[in-house]
């Protein structure tokens, strides 16, 4: 069972343009919504995360949006570039205590910035 | 972030072969390794966790005994494929969590792609 429903699966953008991807849970103990980067045939790479006692957190054109009471949260890419074209994943994550936290991926959303 | 390097990134093996993968943190101590494996175009399956100097949890329907995970230290945890066949073939991936109670993200390694002939 998914335990993160992101969504769209496939995005398409044109450069310059913001590409949104989102994310809904059912969890409320889930206390850590991170966001990964993939490009093929490499490891995922940790993008941005949020902890839900912040409703935005911003890394250069990277942007989290948090929304508490309606169990979403999703990832803005400002100025989008063909090099940002890669599978974007927002695993679940949940444990406690150090070093116990489990990711658990979903299909993820595989973004495409054309020129 | 924290590095962690895996090893080999690419290997190809015959049929009935064993397959030995390593994962390293580079610059951190890492209490708890996961281990991934993704399909093409498939999301990552989590196949078992490692905490180190204990025997790692399989998750259901991953075999222990052809998936064999040693986490011996802090820095190292290896993935071993026992008598390989051609649908393991797969890119495994590693990920490490800092022992330390404030980090808790968790980084990963760059993939190892496995044929088996």
């Known amino acids: 069972q998914q335990q993160v429903k992101q969504s769209p699966q496939s995005l398409i953008v044109q450069k310059g343009g913001i590409s949104i991807i989102n994310c809904a849970y059912e969890n409320t103990a889930f206390d850590y919504f991170p966001w990964y980067q993939q490009f093929p045939g490499k490891g995922p790479a940790l993008l941005i995360a949020?902890?839900?006692?912040?409703s935005e957190k911003k890394e250069g054109r990277f942007t989290i949006s948090f929304n508490k009471s309606a169990k979403q949260f999703s990832l803005h890419i400002m100025d989008s570039q063909p090099g940002d074209s890669a599978t974007y994943f927002c695993?679940?994550?949940?444990?406690?205590?150090?070093?116990?936290?489990?990711?658990?991926f979903g299909k993820g959303t595989k973004l495409s910035v054309i020129p | 972030g924290a590095v962690v390097s895996q090893h080999p990134s690419w290997v190809i093996c015959k049929s009935g072969t064993s397959v030995k993968i390593e994962c390293r943190s580079l610059d951190f101590q890492a209490t708890t390794m996961f281990w991934y494996r993704q399909f093409p175009k498939q999301s990552l399956m989590l196949m078992a966790t490692?905490?180190?100097?204990?025997?790692?949890?399989?998750e259901q329907g991953v075999e222990k005994d052809k998936f064999l995970i040693n986490h011996a230290s802090l820095t190292l945890s290896t993935l071993t494929v026992t008598s390989a066949h051609p649908e393991d073939s797969s890119f495994y991936i590693c990920?490490?969590?800092?022992?330390?109670?404030?980090?808790?993200?968790?980084?990963f390694g760059q993939g190892t792609r496995l044929t088996v002939v």
């Open positions: 695993p679940s994550s949940e444990g406690s205590g150090a070093g116990s936290y489990q990711l658990t």
């Open positions: 990920s490490a969590r800092s022992w330390a109670p404030t980090q808790i993200e968790a980084f």
């Open positions: 490692s905490n180190e100097g204990s025997k790692a949890t399989y």
């Open positions: 949020i902890r839900p006692d912040v």
